[in-house]
């Protein structure tokens, strides 16, 4: 990890004038100084404000990479009142609902469209995707509660989430030695280590 975040530094240092950096810290930091924008933060309310920022993409702007969470991720997966996965009863896999069909089918099945948002009926109970619960979920943080949490205004909670979903490219591909790939050029790196990022 260690390594991946010195090449990580080395790349923001060579292309410098094509990235913005925003540091969320409560110190103006090395980092913080360095930054084009620093946003002092409550200390230890990090969590609210990451989870704010979900919100907003997610609930208010509608950016979030569909298509590779509905293929490479469990967020199609249904899940029932109790919190646990609803699997077919025969094969115990959990089961994905098919908007194309209508119907619940085993994740690994051939599936037209699978559901990442909704609420479905299968087996006479109530079901909705993993990312659905998500999205319900981080409703808990809307960018005035964040703000309140955090001491971050909550104009500033939206216009972070809008740059960073802009910056993030969804629906780009690059391609690298011939194979294309989704083109994703925005991080977050939340962890104090040696690099302090």
């Not at 087996?123 to 808990?140: E, N």
Request: include cysteine.
């Amino acid at each position: 990890v260690f390594s991946d975040t010195m090449h990580a530094a080395f790349e923001l240092g060579r292309n410098r004038e094509k990235v913005k950096v925003v540091v969320v810290d409560p110190f103006c930091t090395h980092a913080g100084s360095m930054a084009d924008e620093w946003i002092p933060i409550r200390p230890g309310t990090d969590a609210a404000f990451l989870l704010g920022l979900v919100n907003v993409l997610i609930n208010e702007l509608g950016i979030y990479d569909a298509p590779f969470l509905k293929n490479l991720t469990n967020a199609p997966y249904l899940v029932g009142a109790e919190g646990q996965y609803v699997r077919d009863p025969g094969t115990r896999k959990p089961l994905i609902w098919d908007t194309a069909e209508g119907v619940a089918k085993p994740f690994d099945a051939s599936v037209g469209d699978a559901a990442i948002l909704g609420t479905y009926r299968v087996r006479d109970q109530q079901v909705r995707p993993a990312f659905q619960i998500l999205a319900d979920q981080v409703r808990k943080y809307p960018p005035e509660e964040v703000s309140r949490i955090t001491s971050i205004p909550a104009a500033t909670v939206r216009r972070i989430a809008k740059e960073f979903g802009e910056a993030a490219s969804i629906g780009s591909t690059i391609t690298i030695d011939g194979e294309e790939l989704p083109y994703r050029p925005a991080s977050v790196a939340w962890y104090r280590g040696l690099s302090s990022h």
